[in-house]
């Protein structure tokens, strides 16, 4: 049980809320509610990209794919506000909103890898499932910096170094509050429950909302770039 895996002063004061959220995400209903809310978002976002941003490059697109797919309306505010060429200036915090989206996207991928992997597929115990998933989340991360530093001509012990540097900060808080939060409220269920599935869902958007401020830090002093300004490249199509 999950409950034994943290300390008593941490598991007694979060039992009731995860009690309670628990009985919420458990019900299928919201489960299927929730899928129908994530294709409609993922179709504007496809018909605005189509339509209107086509200039944007093929990864971004890619990670604003997997941004709506993760946290549905909540992604496509994000990208709407940060992500497409008719912003009308960036801004820090745009900046900051791009560069937690590009994290989130890899490191998303590896934790949704993980847990259908350690939880879902293999039911490892509780400590497994929190390193496995953290092993294929820091993979991901890292390989969606390195690849596209390889890319411009960096070679690959510099890409690596830089990935480690400017990534492993917000990897660290992302996975901390995603991992945990999932594990904390549905470390026993399987792939048939909704409960494994909408505790995944939230916990990765919270996972984006811890990660948020220090990729804005990061960006603020200089580690990150914070991702090209997307208003840039509608100028230059």
């Not at 070679?155 to 945990?180: K, L, Q």
Request: hydrophobic share 50%.
């Amino acid at each position: 049980m999950i409950g034994h895996a943290l300390s008593p002063q941490l598991a007694q004061p979060l039992e009731p809320v995860r009690t309670e959220l628990r009985t919420v995400l458990a019900e299928p209903t919201l489960l299927f509610g929730w899928v129908a809310v994530v294709a409609c978002s993922v179709a504007v976002l496809w018909w605005d990209i189509r339509r209107h941003n086509r200039a944007l490059p093929s990864m971004m697109k890619g990670v604003w794919s997997l941004v709506v797919c993760y946290s549905g309306p909540f992604g496509l505010a994000v990208y709407w506000y940060a992500g497409r060429t008719q912003i009308s200036r960036d801004s820090l915090w745009r900046r900051g909103l791009r560069s937690t989206a590009h994290c989130y996207s890899g490191c998303g991928a590896g934790e949704v890898v993980g847990l259908l992997l350690a939880q879902g597929l293999l039911g490892l115990a509780v400590g497994w499932v929190a390193a496995v998933t953290f092993g294929f989340a820091y993979t991901f991360g890292y390989a969606l910096t390195v690849g596209p530093l390889m890319q411009e001509g960096v070679n690959f012990s510099t890409a690596i170094r830089d990935a480690f540097y400017s990534e492993t900060p917000s990897i660290t808080v992302m996975e901390v509050v995603a991992v945990g939060s999932d594990l904390l409220l549905a470390a026993e269920a399987g792939l048939t429950d909704a409960l494994f599935w909408s505790s995944l869902v939230l916990s990765l958007s919270l996972g984006f909302l811890a990660a948020f401020p220090v990729n804005l830090a990061l960006v603020r002093f200089g580690v990150k770039e914070g991702m090209e300004n997307p208003a840039e490249m509608g100028q230059s199509a």
